[in-house]
Structures are given as structure tokens and as C-alpha cells.
């Protein structure tokens, strides 16, 4: 079992930046394949981006390709987002989640551990 809390949303202005981080304790975050998600009100969850347990592959969604780089530190147990260029329909509740599986996945079901999210605002 492993338990993530995501932090460092918040408010900010379109084209501004945030990096959001996923802090994983019970294991160690390295056996797991990481993504980040989000949902904005009224809508599904969706992939935002996801990385494998070395960092080698990275997945983005193409709403976020060139913006949005995800990265790992697994000595720290630590994931990260580093979201740039942020545009007002960025604004969702972001989630980090773990998958015990190898391959990095996109749909949300293939996941098995799940943060509680934070929220993002981009204003315009």
C-alpha cells in the first residue's frame, strides 16, 4: 500500500506557472509506474500525464504537450508537475496516482492508488 498527498496548487493568473508535487510514504515510490490527472466540475477525470519508474518514458496528453513536464526524484519519493503557460481551462483538481503495473498507462482505471487532489485555478 502506498499512501500520496499532493501539494502546491493554488491560484494564478493565465500564462503564469506552478509546480505541483506527489509525496508518496508506505513504499517506496520507485516500484510504481506515477500519473497525474485532473477533473474539472462536471466532467470525467482525465490523463494528464503519466512517467515510468526511471523517468526514461513520459506520457503527456496533448492539451498539455510543451506546457506540462512531469518528473520524479525517487530518493525523495517524491513526483512533480511543472505546469507553464497555464491557460484558464488548465483549472481542475489535480490527483497523483500510483500503478503497480510497468507500463504507463493513460486511462485512470489503470490505477490503483490515489491522492486526495489539488486544486488549480488559472484565472484569466
Known amino acids: 500500500q502506498v499512501q500520496l498527498v499532493e501539494s502546491g496548487g493554488g491560484l494564478v493568473q493565465a500564462g503564469g506557472s506552478l509546480r505541483l508535487s506527489c509525496a508518496a510514504s508506505?513504499?517506496?515510490?520507485?516500484?510504481?509506474?506515477m500519473g497525474w490527472f485532473r477533473q474539472a466540475p462536471g466532467k470525467e477525470r482525465e490523463f494528464v500525464a503519466a512517467?515510468?519508474?526511471?523517468?526514461?518514458?513520459?506520457n503527456y496528453a496533448d492539451s498539455v504537450k510543451g506546457r506540462f513536464t512531469i518528473s520524479r526524484d525517487n530518493a525523495k519519493n517524491t513526483m512533480y508537475l511543472q505546469m507553464n503557460s497555464l491557460k484558464p481551462e488548465d483549472t481542475a483538481v489535480y490527483y497523483c496516482?500510483?500503478?503497480?503495473?510497468?507500463?504507463?498507462?493513460?486511462?485512470?482505471?489503470?490505477?490503483?492508488?490515489w491522492g486526495q487532489g489539488t486544486q488549480v485555478t488559472v484565472s484569466s
Open positions: 512517467i515510468s519508474w526511471g523517468g526514461s518514458s513520459r
Open positions: 496516482a500510483a500503478d503497480r503495473s510497468r507500463i504507463v498507462h493513460t486511462p485512470p482505471k489503470m490505477y490503483d492508488y
Open positions: 508506505g513504499r517506496t515510490l520507485s516500484s510504481y509506474v
